[in-house]
């Protein structure tokens, strides 16, 4: 900046340049913002658990159904539009990953020849945290109100589904379970996981689990004192579903990604 003014270069304060940011962003379909987020940090005495509040970047596509439809709108311009699978309704693929420092929210059209390739999936938001409930919980109210508005609308009078996609852990924590190494594993039933070790036909059908027995079985761990070593009596529900507070979506609408495995 000294160097700049002692040759006479012409400049914007930063109080300008941030207003004339703050305008550019207005004008577009993205927010951005810093938001509170759980952060590790033993040393901090004010620390919870060895975990402190610590705001962090955060950016988002401020509103998803406009976006939705008009890439809707594109892909049917330029006929990418496939429904020889997928012939009932319109199916919105939203999914989240964690690499690095940052948490990815990723969305994709189901209806397309190649729906999983890079040209076809979209970040709608990048925020800089780890990856653990609460701040899923805090990422997740964000879009909750986007996601039940496209799931009441129409396009081109085809019906829109919305699937959640991801890894193991992310789908684990979205719906509160414990993760892939407990002993109720299964996000669809209620198998154990010695079950798993023997034959397919000596295996008793497990019931079939549902977003109305993982807010009773968390509500029952709850009133337990939430230990969890004996979290598996309660079908490992380790969290209030994520879910289930929003009223979103019910267990057979999230799916792995295609590269994630147990």
Known sequence: RQFMKK??????SEAKQRVKRAKILSSTNIKSKLIPFWTKDELNPES????????????????????????LDKYDAQGKLCFE??????????????????????????????PNSKQNTFVIGCFYCKDNHENLKKISSLFTKDI?????????????????????KFLCDLYGLSGSASI?????????????????????????????????????????RCD???????????HASIIYEAQLLPISKAMMSPRCSL
């Open 85 to 114: 699978n997928i012939s009932d309704a319109i199916h919105l693929k939203v999914g989240m990953d964690h690499g690095g420092s940052s948490m990815k929210i990723f969305f994709q059209v189901a209806n397309l020849k190649s």
């Open 184 to 224: 109720h594993f299964c996000l669809w039933c209620l198998m154990r996981k010695d079950d798993m070790q023997k034959c397919p036909e000596s295996i008793a059908k497990a019931p079939e689990r549902t977003l109305e027995m993982i807010k009773d079985d968390n509500k029952r761990f709850q009133q337990s």
């Open 48 to 71: 919870r658990k060895g975990m402190v509040l610590k705001k962090s970047p955060a950016s988002y596509i401020r509103d998803l159904p406009q976006f939705a439809m008009k890439l």
């Open 7 to 12: 040759h006479g270069i012409p400049y914007e």
């Open 228 to 238: 969890k070593s004996k979290v598996s009596q309660y079908n490992n529900c380790l």
């Open 148 to 168: 039940a508005i496209l799931q009441r609308q129409k396009w081109n009078e085809l019906n829109i589904k919305v699937i959640l996609f991801g890894d193991y």
